[in-house]
Nanobody, 115 residues
Framework: QVQLVESGGGLVQPGGSLRLSCAAS????????MGWYRQAPGKQRELVAT???????DYADSVKGRFTISRDNAKNTVYLRMNRLQSEDTAVYYC?????????WGQGTQVTVSS
């Protein structure tokens, strides 16, 4: 079965940093584009960052310059390093794999930014 398992979420103070990980199985990881999405209370799920199979990255304007997405194909893992976190970053963060019309989602990990 396909599995995407996020980890690394938790409580962090404003201005702090956190690194999320997403370990994938059941897919040919190197062929998949990977993405991080988030959903805050009362808001729709939104795209945070993507990285293509070739390593090209893209970011939402709200996180550009603060977040970095990367991948390690040898470990079937995609990461999201989050710096200078703000209260507005509080959300459940989801990992997604995409290969043409196929996509898979992780279960999500909670990130709470609060003092």
């Amino acid at each position: 079965q396909v599995q995407l398992v996020e980890s690394g979420g938790g409580l962090v103070q404003p201005g702090g940093s956190l690194r999320l990980s997403c370990a994938a199985s059941g897919i040919i990881f190197s062929l998949n584009a990977m993405g991080w999405y988030r959903q805050a209370p009362g808001k729709q799920r939104e795209l945070v960052a993507t990285i293509s199979s070739g390593g090209i990255t893209d970011y939402a304007d709200s996180v550009k310059g603060r977040f970095t997405i990367s991948r390690d194909n040898a470990k079937n893992t995609v990461y999201l390093r989050m710096n200078r976190l703000q209260s507005e970053d509080t959300a459940v963060y989801y990992c997604r794999s995409t290969y043409y019309q196929n996509s898979n989602w992780g279960q999500g990990t909670q990130v709470t930014v609060s003092s």
